[in-house]
């Protein structure tokens, strides 16, 4: 194999459904909440035997009551719902990778064989959908704060945390900083797709280790994190006000990424070639001259595979 031949036949088997993050749950929360907050929930259907995943409280319970609040809990969405004399019960939704909502108007038919569960109201249908023969979205209820509270794995806000508790976060365990910003038990609501954008933005290495990180290193992402996140949050709540998004537009690969997804593409800043790292199904996006100071990572698959034939540097990947 040569190594033009491996430059222009990209991997589609690395190329998944994106898991929504934090953004898109953001946008997804705020358009839920103009249209069914202060709303009467008529009835619930589960149309998938996999999405449910409590008994207790039952589902009925949510059935006539009103929807009290939308919020986000890590990646997942939560419908809180107002009884009288009883404590709130929340739908706590997580769409894993293929999960969407859809809006429907009254007498429009909800999707075929992708639709899992409709929250109808009188003026419409809340239709979760899942476009995967893997069914890993789910539904669970819960009853009072506590029990909300249980369902959280921890991560801290990154909208609003300190730089100093930023650093001393991350800081806590010595691993890449790629992994340390997707733990949901680090940080909330960061994945695949807006970590490399945030590591482009902060001109840092995937592989970088937390704990050799410089004070000057985290206030760089701690800065970067922040801005492309609440960019992004901002950018898609204005696109799903004007109208609620169709399945296809909640997704990671977006032209106006910088990284995410434009392996081979020219990078915006510096216009080298961006990389990839792919690791099971997740793959990793940066720039070598802007993130790594010239060197190319090494991709397991292909490094393993090629052994001292894999080029270190863009020099090396470019040269003919």
């Known amino acids: 194999m040569t190594m033009l031949s491996l430059r222009i036949m990209p991997e589609d088997s690395a190329q998944h459904l994106p898991m929504p993050e934090l953004p898109d749950i953001e946008a997804y929360a705020h358009a839920l909440r103009r249209l069914v907050v202060g709303k009467r929930l008529e009835s619930v259907a589960i149309l998938s035997p996999f999405l449910l995943r409590s008994v207790d409280p039952p589902l009925g ?13 890590g990646k997942r969405i939560v419908l809180e719902t107002r009884r009288t004399s009883h404590a709130p ?16 108007d009254p007498g429009k038919k909800p999707p075929g064989k992708i639709t899992q569960a409709l929250f109808r109201f009188r003026h419409g249908t809340l239709a979760l959908t899942e476009a995967s023969t893997q069914k890993r979205a789910s539904l669970t209820l819960v009853e009072g704060p506590a029990a909300l509270s249980a369902l959280d794995p921890g991560g801290l806000d990154v909208l609003t945390i300190t730089p100093s508790k930023f650093a001393a976060n991350l800081r806590a365990t010595n691993r890449t900083i790629k992994r340390a910003l997707t733990d949901p038990r680090t940080l909330s609501g ?24 410089s004070d000057d290193q985290f206030n760089r992402l701690h800065a970067a994190t922040q801005h492309v996140l609440k960019t992004w949050t901002a950018k898609l709540c204005a696109e799903f006000e004007r109208a609620f ?10 032209p106006e990424f910088a990284v995410h997804g434009k392996f081979g593409q020219p ?8 990389m990839r790292i792919i690791h099971a199904e997740n793959e990793t996006n940066y720039c070598a001259t802007c993130q790594t100071a ?8 292909m490094s393993r595979l090629l052994k001292d034939d894999w080029p270190r540097t863009l020099a090396e990947w470019n040269a003919e």
């Open 294 to 301: 010239g060197k190319v990572l090494a991709d397991r698959s």
């Open 89 to 104: 019960v929340f739908a706590v939704i997580h769409l894993m990778i293929a999960g969407r909502f859809l809006w429907l």
């Open 61 to 73: 319970s949510i059935e006539g009551a009103e929807i009290a609040a939308i919020s986000r809990l």
């Open 245 to 254: 998004p169709k399945s296809g537009e909640v997704t990671a690969f977006r």
């Open 267 to 274: 990078c915006p800043v510096c216009n080298s070639p961006i």
């Open 190 to 213: 960061i994945g695949n797709a807006y970590s490399d954008e945030t590591l482009h933005a902060a001109k840092l290495s995937p592989i970088a280790l937390t704990q050799k990180m």
